[in-house]
């Protein structure tokens, strides 16, 4: 099977298995246990998928399946673990996960994101000949970082009357920690903005194709064009800012995974830059939204009745977890651990 009916039909079967999973739990277990333990998953899997070229040394020469199952079970001893001392050490060891663990779990993922694409690893990669080894510092170092920001600008006083409300586990941080949330994932929007373009305009300056250069501005761009789709959105529209994150960045980045991961990029593969990435943009727009809207229709059906907007925003919150804590992780476990198997035929790697 060929791309782009490649790609359609692993996406269609993996969406299906996605939605079966997401219906075994209800929305309680859904919304807390779900969240958290695919959130511990998902850092470890980009750097498997990123750092490792899903294909380290020690799994290389093994055939599919082997080689994909060898790499999801990695993946989930090392997420587990990980999940475990989060568990403790940011979540007070409460059980089921608090709002405050999650909202942690779900930014470390934007903070794996920026230093395993945006700053390619450095400088781990640079410092450690092996991906392996350079990729679990990494990780370490994306735990690091991503408490030392949580503790500067997550805020959950607004949650005091909440049973499971501790003074102690709060960060009391700068900024309401919903609204951050929103401001990380709007802000990794622009990441994967740039991915359409094949980096364009940066690759016409080879000074700034360098790392920590390419890190330093694609994060600034970021920042700066997250900041102005989030004042569009939530300040100037008056949005409420979970309704905001399932309307345009959680949409945006699932279909991007679709239309890069899945499809290999191959739709406008014909067309130049900067052309290309305008097209890739507005299929991953078009994509995105559609299959949000799709998922919307049936979460009666598979979780059941969900109420949406504040105060509680279940609905915009099972709607972000089906699409980019679930299904999002699904696919790049076919796509790249398996390489679409039995899909698609085995190549060298």
Known sequence: MKQPALGIVSTVLIMAVSLGVISLFDFPTFGSWVIFVMA?????????????????????????????????????????IVGGICHAVVGGGIAPPIPILVLFGIVSVVVTFWLAIMFGGWPFTSLIKSPVGAGLV??????????????????????????????SIDPHGMFNGVNAQVFYVTALTFLFVLLHFDLWPFTSSPAVMKQPVLGSVWTLLALVLGALAYYIGVTTMGMDPMGFLISGPIPFIFGTIVLLNMLHNSLFAKFSQPLKGVLNCIAAAVIGVLLAK??????????????????????EIWLATALLGVTFPFLIFFAEFFKMWPLAKAKPE
Request: net charge positive.
């Open 40 to 80: 511990s998953i998902i850092p470890m899997e980009i750097v498997i998928g990123v750092t490792w070229g899903a294909n380290p040394g020690f799994v290389s020469s093994q055939p599919q399946p082997l080689k994909g199952i060898l790499l999801v079970l990695v993946n989930i001893v090392i997420g587990v």
């Open 294 to 315: 799709m998922y919307g229709a049936v979460a009666p059906v598979v979780t059941g009745v969900l109420k949406p907007g504040p105060p509680t925003n279940d609905f």
């Open 138 to 167: 990494m990780l370490a170092a994306v735990y690091i970082i991503n408490y030392l920001l949580f503790r500067l600008f997550f805020d959950f006083s607004f949650m005091a009357g909440a049973p499971w409300y501790k003074a």
